[in-house]
Each structure stands twice: as structure tokens, then as C-alpha cells.
């Protein structure tokens, strides 16, 4: 079974910074591109950051600057530092990947289960 399951949401206070984290765990063969989306309280899921397979990143505008999303050396984890963190930037934090798992032919796109990150003094 493959999965993904993030981690290090919590409490910061308005100019603080916290780091996401996401593992994709599983007899995985290979995973292409590995995004992170939020969702605001009554609001959609929007796209946060992407980094692709060779290390290309792209970011929202309304984190440019502030967030930095990577990944490690062998590809399966991905991470999400964000600085300067406003009340904005309250919302459930999804990692998503496309995975292609050993003994199959197509990739998945997967979903973790989400993160709680609230802003607030």
C-alpha cells in the first residue's frame, strides 16, 4: 500500500515560521511531480507549490518569497518551509503526489490526509 503522510502543523504566531513535511511511504517505483495544496476555513483547495521530478519548483503568488518547497535525495519526501506566516495563511495543509507504485503500470495520484496549520497571537 502506498500513502502519503505529512506532518508539523500546529499553533504559530503571526510572523512565525513552521516546516511541512511529507512522506510517500510504499513499494513505490517512482514519483513525478509532488505538490502541497491548503484549504482555508470556507474557502477551495488551492494549489501552494510544486516541485518536479528534476527540481523545478513553481509557487502561488500570495507565498512567493515566504515558502519554500523541496525535496531530499532520494525523491520521497518533500517539505514546505514557510516564513512570515499571517493569519492568511490559516488553513489544512494537503501534500498530493503522482506515484507510480512497483508492479503496475500507471501512476496514482495520491492525497495525504491533511495538516492543521492556524496562524494566530
Known amino acids: 500500500q502506498v500513502q502519503l503522510v505529512e506532518s508539523g502543523g500546529g499553533l504559530v504566531q503571526p510572523g512565525g515560521s513552521l516546516r511541512l513535511s511529507c512522506v510517500a511511504s510504499g513499494n513505490i517505483l517512482s514519483i513525478k511531480a509532488m505538490r502541497w495544496y491548503r484549504q482555508p476555513p470556507g474557502k477551495q483547495r488551492e494549489l501552494v507549490a510544486t516541485?518536479?521530478?528534476?527540481?523545478?519548483?513553481n509557487y502561488a503568488d500570495s507565498v512567493k518569497g515566504r515558502f519554500t518547497i523541496s525535496r531530499d535525495n532520494r525523491k520521497t519526501t518533500v517539505y514546505l518551509q514557510m516564513n512570515s506566516l499571517s493569519p492568511e495563511d490559516t488553513a489544512v495543509y494537503y501534500c498530493?503526489?503522482?506515484?507510480?507504485?512497483?508492479?503496475?503500470?500507471?501512476?496514482?495520484?495520491?492525497w495525504g490526509q491533511g495538516t492543521l496549520v492556524t496562524v494566530s497571537s
Open positions: 498530493n503526489a503522482e506515484v507510480l507504485p512497483r508492479y503496475t503500470a500507471s501512476y496514482l495520484e495520491l
Open positions: 516541485v518536479t521530478n528534476s527540481g523545478d519548483t
